[in-house]
């Protein structure tokens, strides 16, 4: 149960849950939804060291929740969007949803975003991490993003200075708040077709229905060359440099349906940790490190998560 205290022009709410994909974990000390630029200025000045929640689709909370401030971008100020079909340009506030955008745009006969289909995000949460896979990734299409450092300065960032990577970008530290893209004209019926492919993929390969973050670990660059034994017996050769897939390794390290506790490695898909409903984030980072410790081991690769976890301990 939340309680809410009102700064003179803010709620904060108190001890309010943080809904996540993984669907365990604990909640906000103090939760805010900033209805204005002014009251995100007004959270920055409560705790320069606040965190941004989106959808909470690569989030995982720890059992005892946070005690920074968490501010979530909900209002309408930061869920506007314009396309404009005729120049291809979309604006779009951080809490759009990535989903909701995409049937939009394909529906107004934009191209460029429909090879995001099928996962879960906000528009801030996927900027900042550069969400995507393998038909794109959403910087492919930015122009530029608006954002509010933690002294409360907004900036207004081009795509080529924010340097976008594999799973990430350039703005770690910052707070977005809109991003613009530019879109395409193409036929909708061909978007839409390209939309359920991307779709249909995801469900063969992944547990979509299962409560998850998406990929758990990302995909390592090889720091040597690497054998990998093959499900036929023969073996696979990776070169130093090369980025291999984490689900492969955690398969050929035997951690596929591995269980602990309430967690437990997709049998579907070795990057999928999944949790039970009712279950401990505690088991889903204790699973994190041992599936991570069994690769090391076997193979001498070391697997960075792409899950965020948030917890009162660094
Ligand atoms: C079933 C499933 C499938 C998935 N498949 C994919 C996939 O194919 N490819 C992929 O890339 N990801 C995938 N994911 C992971 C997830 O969808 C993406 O990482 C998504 O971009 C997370 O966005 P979010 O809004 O939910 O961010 P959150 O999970 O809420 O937050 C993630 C991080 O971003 C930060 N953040 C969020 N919003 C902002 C903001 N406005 N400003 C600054 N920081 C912010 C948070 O503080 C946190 O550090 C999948 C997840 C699920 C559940």
Sequence with gaps: ????????????????????????????????????????????EIDPGLRVLGDGANLLVDDDGVGDLVVS???????RCEIDPASGVVLAGASVKLPSLINRTTDAGLAGLETLAGFPATIGGAVVMNAGGKYGEIADHLVRVWAVDRSGREHVLERSSIGFGYRASGLNDLIVTAAEFQLSPDDPGRLKSVKREVMEYKRQTQPL??????????????????????????????????????????????????????????????????????????????????????????????????????????
Aim: net charge positive; glycine share 10%; hydrophobic share 40%.
């Design 1 to 44: 149960m939340s309680s809410a205290a009102v700064t003179p022009d803010l709620v904060i709410e108190h001890r309010a849950p943080i809904p996540t994909w993984f669907g365990v974990g604990g909640g906000a000390d103090r939760l805010a939804r900033p209805r204005t630029a002014a009251e995100l200025r007004r959270c920055l």
């Design 73 to 79: 971008l909900a209002a309408p100020q930061f869920t």
């Design 209 to 314: 229905a299962e409560n998850s973050a998406g990929c758990c670990y990302k995909n390592p660059t090889l720091a040597a060359d690497l054998r990998l034994p093959d499900t036929e017996g023969g073996a696979r050769q990776f070169a130093r440099g090369q980025r291999v897939s984490a689900g492969l390794l955690i398969d050929r390290a035997g951690c596929k349906g591995m269980r602990l506790g309430s967690a437990q490695v997709s049998h579907q898909h070795g990057n999928f940790i999944t949790a039970d409903k009712g279950g401990k984030a505690r088991d889903v980072i204790l699973l994190i490190d041992r599936v991570a410790a069994r690769v090391r081991d076997e193979f001498c690769v070391e697997l960075q998560t792409e899950v965020v976890i948030w917890s009162r301990t660094p």
